[in-house]
């Protein structure tokens, strides 16, 4: 853990969104705490709900120590400040000085940051946090409804193999390569800038499908989604990867990501719901990332939060996160009650399969399917 700031730091907000006046320091965080991907959302999902894009900055002796990417999200009669990407952020936390610690967030500092910056905020409501060490009193802090799940790849492909399953594994892959060189084979790469649009539009046509079938919303389909990834995966400066397994000119199986700091942030992935989805091409195409990744020297392969049967079989690396609310206002102790019993509900819902399925067939009404 990075060391606690020796006094506290005074926090202010900037009301412009690090697209127009990121902090020249040296800060460093996880990529979507980066500037290009928080610019990427402001332009695209966040112009289109009209958020308000902040920055809460750290100050000390020595400057600039952190600076945090927030969004203002109006709910109705709430102004509920949240980190920006929604749920296509693998993880949210500070982007930090190196050797300078997150500053402890309460009520009071918060609330002396917006009156200095003239800014009305109703309360916080914070999702994804692997490290909750800087919030401080007031905070109402649960788990997340999901882990985080990743592959060490120290050691590469036989590492990872060896630490379970490696038998099935092994026998499953030869399987794979038999049934696709009987098909013309199949290509595995990172596909390059002139085919991503190509790529992103088989994805989304891919999740549509499935979600569908499984009758979950599906939170691609959400406006602004759509031109978001195709303006990550288009932005320069910003080391995204599409990775895909290609057969007979159709992608079988794809996975969408960030590389920082020798870590694969993999984002999204689908498949084709196709005859060949019985092979699992997305186990293929996951065996190949582990290859790939690890011959170029990347520590980690972080597959993003929930729990999935291949994550189980795959993952030595468990990560808990954490939500987090705080109320500054009347208002904001509405919400916030609000919001505990949402996340209690979901909560239940989740643990129940018969009330999932009672849910599910709910939604299936509601669309008229």
């Known amino acids: 853990m990075p060391p606690a700031f020796p006094s506290p730091p005074r926090l202010r907000f900037q009301a412009a969104g690090p697209s127009e006046s990121w902090p020249t320091a040296p800060l460093a965080g996880t990529p979507f705490q980066s500037p290009g991907f928080v610019a990427a959302w402001q332009r695209t999902r966040g112009a289109a709900m009209r958020r308000a894009p902040l920055l809460l900055l750290a ?124 098909q013309g084979g199949y290509v595995f790469g990172d596909t390059p800038a002139v085919g991503r649009a190509a790529a992103l539009a088989t994805f989304f046509a891919q999740k549509r ?22 303006d990550l995966f288009g932005a320069a400066g910003i080391d995204t990867r599409l990775y895909t397994i290609v057969s007979a000119g159709s992608i079988k199986a794809m996975m969408g990501g960030v590389v920082a700091d020798g870590v694969f942030w993999g984002m999204f992935s689908s498949f084709a719901d196709d005859a060949d989805a019985d092979v699992s091409p997305g186990e293929l195409l996951l065996w190949h990332l582990v290859e790939q990744l690890s011959a170029e020297g990347l520590a980690l392969l972080d597959l993003g939060p929930g729990e999935e049967r291949y994550k189980r079989s795959w993952c030595d690396r468990v990560v808990p996160q954490y939500d987090a609310v705080l109320a500054l206002t009347t208002a904001g102790r509405a919400y916030v009650a609000a919001a505990r019993l949402r996340g209690r509900l979901v909560a239940r819902i989740k643990s129940d399969a018969r009330l999932k399925g009672a849910v599910q067939r709910l939604r299936r009404i509601w669309r008229g399917d």
Do not use: Y
């Open 209 to 230: 499908a499935r979600f569908a079938d499984l009758s979950l919303p599906n939170p691609f389909a959400d406006r602004g989604i759509e031109a978001f990834l195709a």
């Open 59 to 182: 100050e000390d002796a020595d400057g600039l120590a952190a600076a945090l990417p927030l969004e203002i999200d109006r709910r109705g009669p709430f102004r509920v400040v949240r980190f920006p990407a929604e749920t296509h952020a693998n993880a949210n936390g500070w982007c930090l000085r190196p050797g300078a610690g997150a500053p402890v967030l309460d009520g009071a500092s918060i609330a002396a940051a917006c009156d200095a910056a003239g800014i009305r905020i109703d309360a916080l409501d914070l999702h994804r946090m692997p490290d909750t060490s800087s919030l401080g009193p007031g905070f109402a802090i649960r788990p997340a409804p999901e882990e985080r799940f990743a592959i060490s790849l120290a050691g590469g492909i036989e590492t990872v193999l060896a630490r379970g399953n490696a038998k099935r594994k092994r026998k499953k892959f030869r399987s794979q390569q038999r049934f696709f060189e009987a």
